[in-house]
Protein backbone atom coordinates (compact mmCIF):
# COMPACT_ATOMS: atom_id res chain seq x y z
CA UNK A 1 0.00 0.00 0.00
CA UNK A 2 3.10 2.42 0.71
CA UNK A 3 4.30 1.58 -2.92
CA UNK A 4 0.98 2.20 -4.77
CA UNK A 5 0.67 5.57 -2.38
CA UNK A 6 -2.66 4.38 -0.43
CA UNK A 7 -0.46 5.02 2.51
CA UNK A 8 1.23 8.56 1.85
CA UNK A 9 3.07 10.70 4.20
CA UNK A 10 0.13 13.16 5.10
CA UNK A 11 -0.24 15.26 7.65
CA UNK A 12 -2.00 13.49 11.27
CA UNK A 13 -4.69 16.01 11.34
CA UNK A 14 -5.88 14.84 7.45
CA UNK A 15 -5.90 11.03 8.71
CA UNK A 16 -7.89 11.99 11.09
CA UNK A 17 -10.22 13.61 8.77
CA UNK A 18 -10.31 10.95 6.54
CA UNK A 19 -10.77 8.31 9.15
CA UNK A 20 -14.12 10.35 10.51
CA UNK A 21 -15.38 10.58 6.93
CA UNK A 22 -14.91 7.17 6.35
CA UNK A 23 -16.74 6.08 9.93
CA UNK A 24 -19.38 8.35 9.06
CA UNK A 25 -19.98 6.45 5.92
CA UNK A 26 -20.28 3.04 8.06
CA UNK A 27 -17.12 1.70 6.27
CA UNK A 28 -19.26 1.23 3.45
CA UNK A 29 -18.68 0.26 -0.06
CA UNK A 30 -18.49 4.20 -1.30
CA UNK A 31 -16.33 5.32 2.16
CA UNK A 32 -13.56 5.89 -0.55
CA UNK A 33 -15.33 8.84 -1.71
CA UNK A 34 -15.21 10.32 1.42
CA UNK A 35 -11.88 9.68 1.88
CA UNK A 36 -10.83 11.19 -1.48
CA UNK A 37 -12.79 14.53 -0.78
CA UNK A 38 -10.52 14.61 2.56
CA UNK A 39 -7.35 13.42 0.91
CA UNK A 40 -7.15 15.72 -2.29
CA UNK A 41 -10.31 17.30 -1.82
CA UNK A 42 -9.71 19.52 -4.66
CA UNK A 43 -8.25 17.48 -7.27
CA UNK A 44 -10.17 16.30 -10.49
CA UNK A 45 -12.24 13.18 -8.56
CA UNK A 46 -14.73 12.34 -11.93
CA UNK A 47 -14.77 13.60 -15.87
CA UNK A 48 -17.78 12.42 -18.23
CA UNK A 49 -19.24 14.25 -21.04
CA UNK A 50 -20.31 16.52 -18.60
CA UNK A 51 -17.16 17.84 -17.52
CA UNK A 52 -14.86 17.61 -14.41
CA UNK A 53 -16.09 17.55 -10.36
CA UNK A 54 -13.55 17.70 -7.73
CA UNK A 55 -13.60 15.31 -4.98
CA UNK A 56 -15.17 17.58 -2.61
CA UNK A 57 -17.46 18.70 -5.48
CA UNK A 58 -18.80 15.00 -5.56
CA UNK A 59 -19.22 14.73 -2.08
CA UNK A 60 -21.34 17.56 -1.91
CA UNK A 61 -23.55 17.22 -4.36
CA UNK A 62 -23.84 13.32 -2.60
CA UNK A 63 -25.08 15.12 0.44
CA UNK A 64 -27.53 17.23 -1.33
CA UNK A 65 -29.07 14.61 -3.44
CA UNK A 66 -29.23 12.03 -0.25
CA UNK A 67 -31.05 14.71 1.75
CA UNK A 68 -33.12 15.32 -1.47
CA UNK A 69 -33.96 11.19 -1.22
CA UNK A 70 -35.28 12.08 2.14
CA UNK A 71 -37.73 14.54 1.67
CA UNK A 72 -39.28 12.92 -1.31
CA UNK A 73 -42.89 13.10 -1.29
CA UNK A 74 -43.50 9.43 -1.30
CA UNK A 75 -41.35 8.61 2.33
CA UNK A 76 -37.39 8.12 2.37
CA UNK A 77 -36.78 5.28 0.57
CA UNK A 78 -35.21 1.91 2.10
CA UNK A 79 -34.21 0.47 -1.38
CA UNK A 80 -32.89 2.60 -4.45
CA UNK A 81 -32.60 0.73 -7.89
CA UNK A 82 -30.25 2.63 -10.24
CA UNK A 83 -30.59 1.77 -13.78
CA UNK A 84 -28.11 4.03 -14.96
CA UNK A 85 -25.42 4.14 -17.82
CA UNK A 86 -21.76 4.93 -16.49
CA UNK A 87 -21.51 9.13 -15.53
CA UNK A 88 -22.11 11.28 -12.49
CA UNK A 89 -25.05 10.47 -11.66
CA UNK A 90 -24.64 6.86 -11.37
CA UNK A 91 -22.45 7.39 -8.77
CA UNK A 92 -23.85 10.30 -7.26
CA UNK A 93 -26.74 8.50 -6.55
CA UNK A 94 -24.38 5.04 -5.16
CA UNK A 95 -23.09 7.56 -2.43
CA UNK A 96 -26.70 9.31 -1.88
CA UNK A 97 -28.51 6.14 -1.15
CA UNK A 98 -25.42 4.66 1.36
CA UNK A 99 -25.32 7.64 3.50
CA UNK A 100 -29.13 7.07 4.04
CA UNK A 101 -28.45 3.59 4.65
CA UNK A 102 -30.82 2.59 2.07
CA UNK A 103 -30.10 -0.82 -0.05
CA UNK A 104 -28.61 -0.66 -3.36
CA UNK A 105 -29.90 -2.29 -6.35
CA UNK A 106 -27.78 -2.26 -9.60
CA UNK A 107 -29.90 -2.45 -12.19
CA UNK A 108 -28.98 -4.30 -15.95
CA UNK A 109 -29.22 -1.32 -18.71
CA UNK A 110 -30.27 -4.23 -20.99
CA UNK A 111 -33.45 -5.27 -19.02
CA UNK A 112 -36.40 -5.72 -20.60
CA UNK A 113 -39.78 -4.20 -18.71
CA UNK A 114 -40.59 -8.07 -17.78
CA UNK A 115 -37.32 -8.68 -16.34
CA UNK A 116 -36.88 -5.43 -14.28
CA UNK A 117 -40.55 -6.47 -13.16
CA UNK A 118 -39.34 -9.81 -11.98
CA UNK A 119 -35.92 -8.47 -10.26
CA UNK A 120 -37.62 -5.39 -8.61
CA UNK A 121 -40.29 -7.67 -6.73
CA UNK A 122 -38.08 -9.95 -5.35
CA UNK A 123 -35.37 -7.53 -4.32
CA UNK A 124 -37.36 -4.49 -3.17
CA UNK A 125 -39.93 -6.73 -1.21
CA UNK A 126 -42.85 -3.97 -0.94
CA UNK A 127 -40.35 -1.50 0.79
CA UNK A 128 -40.69 1.84 0.48
CA UNK A 129 -38.12 2.64 -2.73
CA UNK A 130 -36.84 4.65 -4.99
CA UNK A 131 -35.37 4.11 -8.70
CA UNK A 132 -33.03 6.29 -10.24
CA UNK A 133 -32.64 5.58 -14.44
CA UNK A 134 -31.86 7.63 -17.33
CA UNK A 135 -34.18 8.94 -19.34
CA UNK A 136 -33.86 6.82 -22.65
CA UNK A 137 -35.16 3.70 -19.68
CA UNK A 138 -38.50 5.56 -18.92
CA UNK A 139 -40.23 2.71 -21.40
CA UNK A 140 -38.80 0.45 -19.69
CA UNK A 141 -39.10 1.49 -15.90
CA UNK A 142 -42.79 2.66 -16.93
CA UNK A 143 -43.38 -0.65 -17.68
CA UNK A 144 -41.95 -2.55 -14.99
CA UNK A 145 -43.29 -0.39 -11.97
CA UNK A 146 -46.77 -0.31 -13.92
CA UNK A 147 -48.63 -1.66 -10.87
CA UNK A 148 -46.25 0.68 -8.43
CA UNK A 149 -47.05 3.96 -8.67
CA UNK A 150 -45.78 4.54 -4.77
CA UNK A 151 -42.23 3.96 -6.27
CA UNK A 152 -40.74 7.31 -6.49
CA UNK A 153 -38.99 7.89 -9.87
CA UNK A 154 -35.89 10.28 -10.51
CA UNK A 155 -34.05 11.04 -14.01
CA UNK A 156 -30.36 10.51 -13.91
CA UNK A 157 -30.11 12.00 -16.87
CA UNK A 158 -31.55 13.61 -19.53
CA UNK A 159 -30.90 15.05 -22.75
CA UNK A 160 -34.56 16.78 -22.75
CA UNK A 161 -36.60 19.43 -20.24
CA UNK A 162 -38.03 17.31 -17.28
CA UNK A 163 -41.20 17.98 -15.36
CA UNK A 164 -40.56 15.59 -12.98
CA UNK A 165 -38.03 14.66 -10.36
CA UNK A 166 -34.51 14.32 -11.67
CA UNK A 167 -31.14 13.97 -10.01
CA UNK A 168 -29.65 17.51 -10.62
CA UNK A 169 -33.11 19.14 -9.69
CA UNK A 170 -32.61 17.62 -6.19
CA UNK A 171 -29.12 18.25 -5.77
CA UNK A 172 -30.02 21.82 -6.73
CA UNK A 173 -32.45 22.22 -4.59
CA UNK A 174 -30.85 20.64 -1.71
CA UNK A 175 -27.66 22.11 -2.08
CA UNK A 176 -25.77 22.97 0.95
CA UNK A 177 -27.76 20.61 3.36
CA UNK A 178 -26.34 17.19 5.37
CA UNK A 179 -28.50 14.29 4.95
CA UNK A 180 -29.70 12.49 8.48
CA UNK A 181 -26.94 9.59 8.57
CA UNK A 182 -27.90 5.95 8.77
CA UNK A 183 -27.03 4.17 11.58
CA UNK A 184 -26.57 1.21 9.81
CA UNK A 185 -24.61 0.23 6.93
CA UNK A 186 -26.30 -0.01 3.50
CA UNK A 187 -25.86 -2.92 1.42
CA UNK A 188 -25.12 -3.07 -2.52
CA UNK A 189 -27.22 -6.06 -4.56
CA UNK A 190 -25.00 -7.12 -7.32
CA UNK A 191 -27.06 -9.01 -9.72
CA UNK A 192 -25.54 -11.93 -11.34
CA UNK A 193 -24.98 -11.94 -15.44
CA UNK A 194 -27.93 -13.72 -16.43
CA UNK A 195 -27.14 -15.96 -19.52
CA UNK A 196 -29.15 -18.80 -18.54
CA UNK A 197 -32.06 -17.00 -16.45
CA UNK A 198 -33.24 -14.43 -14.57
CA UNK A 199 -30.08 -12.54 -12.56
CA UNK A 200 -30.16 -13.28 -9.34
CA UNK A 201 -28.80 -10.75 -6.61
CA UNK A 202 -25.77 -11.59 -4.66
CA UNK A 203 -25.19 -10.64 -1.02
CA UNK A 204 -21.23 -10.94 0.53
CA UNK A 205 -19.74 -10.92 3.87
CA UNK A 206 -16.21 -10.60 5.03
CA UNK A 207 -13.49 -8.55 2.98
CA UNK A 208 -11.14 -5.91 3.74
CA UNK A 209 -7.18 -4.62 3.47
CA UNK A 210 -6.69 -7.92 2.55
CA UNK A 211 -8.57 -7.55 -0.60
CA UNK A 212 -6.62 -4.14 -1.26
CA UNK A 213 -3.55 -5.72 -0.70
CA UNK A 214 -4.51 -8.60 -2.63
CA UNK A 215 -5.36 -6.44 -6.20
CA UNK A 216 -2.23 -4.00 -5.76
CA UNK A 217 0.33 -7.41 -5.56
CA UNK A 218 -1.32 -8.22 -8.58
CA UNK A 219 -2.01 -5.24 -10.80
CA UNK A 220 0.53 -1.45 -10.76
CA UNK A 221 -2.57 0.69 -9.37
CA UNK A 222 -1.28 3.80 -8.50
CA UNK A 223 -2.87 6.61 -5.78
CA UNK A 224 -3.76 9.72 -7.44
CA UNK A 225 -3.60 8.66 -10.91
CA UNK A 226 -6.21 9.30 -14.13
CA UNK A 227 -8.08 5.48 -14.92
CA UNK A 228 -10.36 5.21 -17.81
CA UNK A 229 -13.54 2.87 -15.95
CA UNK A 230 -15.05 1.76 -19.47
CA UNK A 231 -16.91 -1.47 -18.09
CA UNK A 232 -20.18 -1.05 -17.10
CA UNK A 233 -20.57 0.08 -13.56
CA UNK A 234 -24.04 -1.93 -13.04
CA UNK A 235 -21.69 -4.63 -12.71
CA UNK A 236 -19.70 -6.87 -10.64
CA UNK A 237 -16.49 -5.63 -12.57
CA UNK A 238 -17.00 -2.50 -13.28
CA UNK A 239 -18.97 -1.63 -9.55
CA UNK A 240 -15.35 -3.12 -7.77
CA UNK A 241 -13.23 -1.08 -10.40
CA UNK A 242 -15.07 2.45 -9.33
CA UNK A 243 -14.98 1.38 -5.78
CA UNK A 244 -11.43 0.45 -6.29
CA UNK A 245 -10.35 3.70 -7.87
CA UNK A 246 -12.12 6.27 -5.67
CA UNK A 247 -10.56 4.15 -2.69
CA UNK A 248 -7.55 5.32 -4.39
CA UNK A 249 -8.61 8.66 -5.09
CA UNK A 250 -7.83 8.05 -8.73
CA UNK A 251 -9.64 10.45 -11.20
CA UNK A 252 -12.24 8.12 -12.84
CA UNK A 253 -12.54 9.01 -16.18
CA UNK A 254 -15.90 7.27 -18.23
CA UNK A 255 -18.39 7.79 -20.49
CA UNK A 256 -22.19 6.53 -21.28
CA UNK A 257 -21.73 4.49 -24.13
CA UNK A 258 -18.74 2.40 -25.15
CA UNK A 259 -16.61 3.39 -28.39
CA UNK A 260 -13.47 1.79 -29.19
CA UNK A 261 -11.52 5.07 -30.66
CA UNK A 262 -13.54 7.09 -28.14
CA UNK A 263 -11.86 5.34 -25.10
CA UNK A 264 -8.12 5.35 -26.75
CA UNK A 265 -8.31 8.75 -26.91
CA UNK A 266 -9.52 9.31 -23.57
CA UNK A 267 -6.55 7.42 -22.21
CA UNK A 268 -4.34 9.45 -24.38
CA UNK A 269 -5.86 12.91 -23.65
CA UNK A 270 -5.99 12.18 -20.03
CA UNK A 271 -2.99 10.42 -20.10
CA UNK A 272 -4.55 7.97 -17.99
CA UNK A 273 -2.59 5.07 -16.54
CA UNK A 274 -5.26 2.03 -15.97
CA UNK A 275 -8.18 0.99 -18.25
CA UNK A 276 -11.03 -0.69 -17.15
CA UNK A 277 -12.72 -2.91 -19.45
CA UNK A 278 -14.77 -6.16 -20.44
CA UNK A 279 -12.91 -8.33 -22.37
CA UNK A 280 -15.09 -7.71 -25.83
CA UNK A 281 -14.17 -4.05 -25.42
CA UNK A 282 -10.46 -5.45 -26.23
CA UNK A 283 -11.82 -7.09 -29.31
CA UNK A 284 -13.22 -3.84 -30.57
CA UNK A 285 -10.53 -1.94 -30.33
CA UNK A 286 -8.22 -4.25 -31.98
CA UNK A 287 -11.13 -4.55 -34.66
CA UNK A 288 -10.39 -0.95 -35.29
CA UNK A 289 -8.76 0.13 -38.76
CA UNK A 290 -5.27 0.27 -38.43
CA UNK A 291 -4.80 3.79 -39.22
CA UNK A 292 -7.89 4.73 -36.83
CA UNK A 293 -6.03 2.53 -34.20
CA UNK A 294 -2.55 3.99 -34.53
CA UNK A 295 -3.30 7.51 -34.24
CA UNK A 296 -2.87 6.54 -30.19
CA UNK A 297 -0.12 5.44 -28.46
CA UNK A 298 -1.50 4.18 -25.02
CA UNK A 299 1.72 5.10 -24.07
CA UNK A 300 0.71 5.99 -20.71
CA UNK A 301 -0.19 2.75 -19.88
CA UNK A 302 0.56 0.14 -16.89
CA UNK A 303 -2.76 -1.66 -16.68
CA UNK A 304 -5.81 -2.55 -18.91
CA UNK A 305 -7.96 -4.94 -17.10
CA UNK A 306 -10.52 -7.09 -17.60
CA UNK A 307 -12.77 -9.27 -16.13
CA UNK A 308 -16.71 -10.78 -16.96
CA UNK A 309 -16.33 -12.88 -19.88
CA UNK A 310 -13.90 -14.86 -21.87
CA UNK A 311 -10.86 -13.09 -23.51
CA UNK A 312 -9.86 -14.13 -27.12
CA UNK A 313 -6.20 -15.14 -26.90
CA UNK A 314 -5.33 -13.77 -30.36
CA UNK A 315 -6.82 -10.33 -29.08
CA UNK A 316 -4.77 -10.45 -26.21
CA UNK A 317 -1.45 -10.84 -28.24
CA UNK A 318 -2.34 -8.64 -30.92
CA UNK A 319 -3.34 -5.29 -27.99
CA UNK A 320 -0.12 -6.28 -26.39
CA UNK A 321 2.29 -5.88 -29.29
CA UNK A 322 0.26 -2.51 -30.01
CA UNK A 323 0.04 -1.09 -26.59
CA UNK A 324 2.31 -3.10 -24.47
CA UNK A 325 2.30 -5.42 -21.89
CA UNK A 326 -0.74 -4.00 -19.81
CA UNK A 327 -3.51 -6.60 -19.87
CA UNK A 328 -4.36 -7.76 -16.81
CA UNK A 329 -7.00 -10.83 -17.15
CA UNK A 330 -9.12 -11.28 -14.07
CA UNK A 331 -11.11 -14.50 -12.79
CA UNK A 332 -13.76 -12.89 -10.76
CA UNK A 333 -17.45 -14.22 -9.51
CA UNK A 334 -20.25 -11.81 -8.58
CA UNK A 335 -20.55 -14.76 -5.32
CA UNK A 336 -16.76 -14.91 -4.39
CA UNK A 337 -14.77 -11.46 -5.99
CA UNK A 338 -11.39 -12.04 -6.87
CA UNK A 339 -10.01 -15.66 -7.53
CA UNK A 340 -7.34 -14.96 -9.76
CA UNK A 341 -5.51 -12.81 -11.97
CA UNK A 342 -3.37 -13.38 -15.03
CA UNK A 343 -0.56 -11.31 -15.61
CA UNK A 344 0.99 -9.74 -18.71
CA UNK A 345 3.79 -12.27 -18.25
CA UNK A 346 0.70 -15.09 -17.57
CA UNK A 347 -0.88 -13.79 -20.64
CA UNK A 348 2.56 -14.10 -22.88
CA UNK A 349 3.42 -17.61 -21.46
CA UNK A 350 -0.67 -18.86 -21.96
CA UNK A 351 -3.07 -16.19 -23.80
CA UNK A 352 -5.91 -17.81 -22.22
CA UNK A 353 -5.03 -18.61 -19.10
CA UNK A 354 -7.14 -17.03 -16.01
CA UNK A 355 -3.86 -16.60 -14.18
CA UNK A 356 -3.15 -18.13 -10.40
CA UNK A 357 -5.17 -17.45 -7.37
CA UNK A 358 -5.04 -14.19 -5.44
CA UNK A 359 -3.25 -13.63 -2.40
CA UNK A 360 -5.89 -15.47 0.78
CA UNK A 361 -7.51 -17.60 -2.41
CA UNK A 362 -7.17 -20.77 -2.38
CA UNK A 363 -8.37 -22.92 -5.23
CA UNK A 364 -9.44 -26.78 -5.60
CA UNK A 365 -10.35 -28.75 -8.56
CA UNK A 366 -12.55 -31.42 -7.67
CA UNK A 367 -14.47 -34.11 -9.49
CA UNK A 368 -18.07 -34.98 -9.81
CA UNK A 369 -17.34 -37.38 -6.40
CA UNK A 370 -15.68 -34.22 -4.48
CA UNK A 371 -12.19 -36.06 -4.75
CA UNK A 372 -9.01 -33.76 -5.61
CA UNK A 373 -8.02 -33.97 -9.20
CA UNK A 374 -4.43 -33.69 -10.11
CA UNK A 375 -2.96 -31.09 -12.27
CA UNK A 376 -3.91 -30.86 -15.92
CA UNK A 377 -7.19 -32.66 -15.27
CA UNK A 378 -10.57 -30.59 -15.67
CA UNK A 379 -13.35 -30.96 -13.13
CA UNK A 380 -15.16 -28.00 -11.08
CA UNK A 381 -13.54 -25.36 -9.59
CA UNK A 382 -14.02 -24.48 -5.84
CA UNK A 383 -12.89 -21.11 -4.20
CA UNK A 384 -12.20 -20.10 -0.83
CA UNK A 385 -11.20 -16.59 0.44
CA UNK A 386 -12.25 -13.93 2.65
CA UNK A 387 -14.95 -12.10 0.25
CA UNK A 388 -17.42 -14.94 1.66
CA UNK A 389 -20.55 -15.34 -0.21
CA UNK A 390 -23.70 -15.24 2.20
CA UNK A 391 -26.26 -16.51 -0.22
CA UNK A 392 -28.32 -15.31 -3.19
CA UNK A 393 -31.26 -12.84 -2.24
CA UNK A 394 -34.13 -14.98 -2.67
CA UNK A 395 -33.25 -17.02 0.64
CA UNK A 396 -30.75 -19.93 -2.32
CA UNK A 397 -26.69 -20.19 -2.16
CA UNK A 398 -24.50 -22.02 -3.72
CA UNK A 399 -22.39 -25.38 -3.23
CA UNK A 400 -19.86 -25.83 -0.58
CA UNK A 401 -17.59 -28.74 0.38
CA UNK A 402 -15.04 -28.08 3.02
CA UNK A 403 -15.39 -24.27 3.10
CA UNK A 404 -14.83 -24.12 -0.43
CA UNK A 405 -17.51 -22.69 -2.76
CA UNK A 406 -18.89 -24.55 -5.72
CA UNK A 407 -17.81 -21.70 -8.97
CA UNK A 408 -20.46 -23.88 -11.23
CA UNK A 409 -17.57 -23.03 -13.30
CA UNK A 410 -14.88 -25.84 -15.45
CA UNK A 411 -11.43 -25.80 -15.24
CA UNK A 412 -7.80 -27.28 -14.56
CA UNK A 413 -4.65 -26.03 -12.87
CA UNK A 414 -1.12 -26.13 -14.64
CA UNK A 415 2.01 -27.09 -13.55
CA UNK A 416 3.08 -23.40 -12.98
CA UNK A 417 -0.38 -23.47 -10.62
CA UNK A 418 -2.16 -21.12 -13.42
CA UNK A 419 -5.82 -21.51 -13.74
CA UNK A 420 -7.58 -22.41 -16.98
CA UNK A 421 -11.47 -22.49 -17.34
CA UNK A 422 -13.07 -24.24 -19.94
CA UNK A 423 -16.92 -23.39 -19.50
CA UNK A 424 -19.69 -23.61 -17.37
CA UNK A 425 -20.38 -26.77 -15.54
CA UNK A 426 -24.09 -26.76 -17.31
CA UNK A 427 -22.58 -25.77 -20.64
CA UNK A 428 -20.56 -29.29 -20.59
CA UNK A 429 -21.90 -31.63 -23.78
CA UNK A 430 -21.52 -35.42 -23.42
CA UNK A 431 -22.30 -36.70 -26.97
CA UNK A 432 -22.12 -40.27 -27.31
CA UNK A 433 -20.46 -40.85 -23.91
CA UNK A 434 -18.19 -38.49 -24.75
CA UNK A 435 -17.24 -35.47 -22.95
CA UNK A 436 -16.81 -32.02 -24.91
CA UNK A 437 -16.08 -28.63 -23.80
CA UNK A 438 -17.59 -26.20 -25.68
CA UNK A 439 -14.55 -23.82 -25.72
CA UNK A 440 -11.85 -25.78 -26.78
CA UNK A 441 -14.30 -26.57 -30.39
CA UNK A 442 -14.91 -22.46 -30.04
CA UNK A 443 -10.72 -22.10 -29.76
CA UNK A 444 -9.87 -24.11 -32.85
CA UNK A 445 -12.82 -22.32 -35.03
CA UNK A 446 -11.58 -19.13 -34.15
CA UNK A 447 -7.92 -19.99 -35.66
CA UNK A 448 -9.28 -19.96 -38.83
CA UNK A 449 -8.55 -17.01 -40.54
CA UNK A 450 -12.37 -16.98 -42.00
CA UNK A 451 -13.23 -16.56 -38.61
CA UNK A 452 -13.87 -13.50 -36.20
CA UNK A 453 -15.89 -15.46 -33.29
CA UNK A 454 -17.69 -18.62 -32.28
CA UNK A 455 -19.46 -19.83 -29.74
CA UNK A 456 -20.88 -23.91 -29.23
CA UNK A 457 -23.52 -25.66 -27.42
CA UNK A 458 -25.43 -28.52 -27.13
CA UNK A 459 -29.11 -29.57 -28.71
CA UNK A 460 -30.83 -32.85 -28.10
CA UNK A 461 -29.87 -35.44 -30.09
CA UNK A 462 -32.13 -39.00 -30.37
CA UNK A 463 -28.84 -41.05 -31.33
CA UNK A 464 -25.86 -39.39 -29.21
CA UNK A 465 -27.96 -37.69 -26.25
CA UNK A 466 -26.74 -34.57 -27.62
CA UNK A 467 -25.07 -32.83 -30.87
CA UNK A 468 -22.89 -29.90 -31.26
CA UNK A 469 -24.19 -26.93 -32.52
CA UNK A 470 -21.78 -23.92 -33.46
CA UNK A 471 -22.23 -20.51 -34.04
CA UNK A 472 -20.23 -18.73 -35.96
CA UNK A 473 -19.24 -14.88 -37.17
CA UNK A 474 -17.49 -14.31 -40.42
CA UNK A 475 -14.02 -12.15 -40.97
CA UNK A 476 -15.21 -11.27 -44.29
CA UNK A 477 -19.02 -10.29 -43.41
CA UNK A 478 -18.50 -9.14 -38.82
CA UNK A 479 -14.97 -9.43 -38.13
CA UNK A 480 -14.17 -5.74 -38.61
CA UNK A 481 -16.84 -3.23 -39.01
CA UNK A 482 -16.94 0.18 -40.61
CA UNK A 483 -19.97 1.63 -40.15
CA UNK A 484 -18.79 2.85 -36.67
CA UNK A 485 -21.28 0.96 -34.71
CA UNK A 486 -20.28 0.55 -30.98
CA UNK A 487 -20.18 -3.27 -30.33
CA UNK A 488 -18.84 -3.73 -26.49
CA UNK A 489 -22.14 -4.34 -25.62
CA UNK A 490 -24.23 -1.10 -26.34
CA UNK A 491 -24.31 0.84 -29.93
CA UNK A 492 -23.50 4.41 -29.91
CA UNK A 493 -27.30 4.72 -30.96
CA UNK A 494 -28.29 3.66 -28.07
CA UNK A 495 -29.51 -0.10 -29.35
CA UNK A 496 -28.92 -3.03 -27.30
CA UNK A 497 -26.22 -5.30 -29.39
CA UNK A 498 -26.92 -8.37 -26.50
CA UNK A 499 -29.52 -10.02 -28.96
CA UNK A 500 -32.20 -7.73 -29.19
CA UNK A 501 -32.29 -4.41 -30.56
CA UNK A 502 -34.21 -1.34 -28.75
CA UNK A 503 -36.96 -2.21 -31.04
CA UNK A 504 -37.30 -5.94 -30.62
CA UNK A 505 -35.76 -7.33 -33.11
CA UNK A 506 -33.21 -9.68 -33.31
CA UNK A 507 -29.79 -8.58 -34.46
CA UNK A 508 -27.94 -11.83 -35.09
CA UNK A 509 -29.20 -12.56 -37.96
CA UNK A 510 -28.75 -15.71 -39.68
CA UNK A 511 -26.81 -16.19 -43.41
CA UNK A 512 -27.94 -18.97 -45.71
CA UNK A 513 -26.20 -17.77 -49.38
CA UNK A 514 -23.91 -20.43 -50.80
CA UNK A 515 -21.05 -19.02 -50.11
CA UNK A 516 -21.77 -19.69 -45.95
CA UNK A 517 -22.59 -23.13 -47.15
CA UNK A 518 -19.17 -23.25 -48.63
CA UNK A 519 -17.48 -22.05 -45.29
CA UNK A 520 -19.15 -24.51 -43.73
CA UNK A 521 -18.02 -27.16 -44.72
CA UNK A 522 -14.70 -25.76 -44.94
CA UNK A 523 -14.71 -25.14 -40.76
CA UNK A 524 -16.27 -28.67 -40.05
CA UNK A 525 -12.99 -30.00 -41.72
CA UNK A 526 -10.87 -27.64 -40.19
CA UNK A 527 -12.39 -28.93 -36.49
CA UNK A 528 -11.89 -32.62 -37.89
CA UNK A 529 -8.27 -31.70 -38.35
CA UNK A 530 -7.17 -30.73 -35.10
CA UNK A 531 -9.61 -32.67 -32.93
CA UNK A 532 -11.12 -35.66 -32.24
CA UNK A 533 -14.11 -36.63 -34.97
CA UNK A 534 -17.04 -36.95 -32.03
CA UNK A 535 -15.90 -33.06 -31.28
CA UNK A 536 -17.15 -31.47 -34.61
CA UNK A 537 -20.00 -29.56 -34.84
CA UNK A 538 -22.47 -31.81 -36.67
CA UNK A 539 -24.28 -28.46 -37.41
CA UNK A 540 -22.47 -24.49 -37.96
CA UNK A 541 -24.96 -21.41 -38.30
CA UNK A 542 -23.79 -18.49 -39.65
CA UNK A 543 -24.50 -15.14 -38.13
CA UNK A 544 -23.85 -11.65 -38.32
CA UNK A 545 -23.15 -11.27 -34.74
CA UNK A 546 -23.11 -12.96 -31.03
CA UNK A 547 -25.59 -12.34 -29.30
CA UNK A 548 -24.11 -10.20 -25.76
CA UNK A 549 -25.09 -8.89 -22.69
CA UNK A 550 -23.45 -5.75 -21.88
CA UNK A 551 -20.18 -7.04 -20.16
CA UNK A 552 -19.82 -9.04 -23.62
CA UNK A 553 -20.89 -12.45 -22.49
CA UNK A 554 -22.27 -14.98 -24.84
CA UNK A 555 -26.52 -15.50 -24.52
CA UNK A 556 -26.22 -19.06 -25.20
CA UNK A 557 -30.56 -19.08 -24.19
CA UNK A 558 -31.06 -16.92 -27.05
CA UNK A 559 -28.79 -19.20 -29.56
CA UNK A 560 -30.64 -22.23 -28.30
CA UNK A 561 -33.47 -20.55 -29.81
CA UNK A 562 -31.84 -20.92 -33.19
CA UNK A 563 -30.74 -24.31 -33.66
CA UNK A 564 -31.48 -25.77 -36.57
CA UNK A 565 -34.53 -28.24 -36.46
Known amino acids: MVRAGVIAPLRPD ?55 LQALPSGEPQVVGIMARNHRGFVEALIAANRIGADVLLLNTSFAGPALAEVWERESAGRPSAVIYDEEFTPTVDRALAGAPEVARVVAWTDTAQDGLTVQGLISAHAGRQPRRATEKSKVVLLTSGTTGTPKGAKHSGGGPEILKAILDRTPWRAE ?20 AASMACTIITRRKFDPEATLALVDTHRATGLCVVPVMFDRIVELPDEIR ?39 ATEAGMIAT ?40 YVRNSTQFDGYTNGNTKNFHDGFMNSGDLGYLDADGRLFVVGRDDEMIVSGGENVY ?9 THDAVAEAAVIG ?30 GERSDGENTGGERSDGENTGGERSDGENDRAVDVLKQFVRDNLANYKVPRDIVVLDELPRNSTGKILRRELEDRIPG
Open 438 to 446: PIEVEKTLV
Open 342 to 381: ATPADLRAAPDTAGKPAEGTEIRILDPELRQLPTGETGTI
Open 14 to 68: KYLRIGAAMARENMGITSGFASAAQRCGDRVGLIDELGALTWTEIDQRADALAAG
Open 459 to 488: ADDEQYGQRLVAFVVLNATGGERSDGENTG
Open 225 to 244: EPVVVAAPMFHAWGFSQLAF
Open 294 to 332: NRYSGRTLRFAAASGSRMRPDVVIKFMDQFGDVIYNNYN
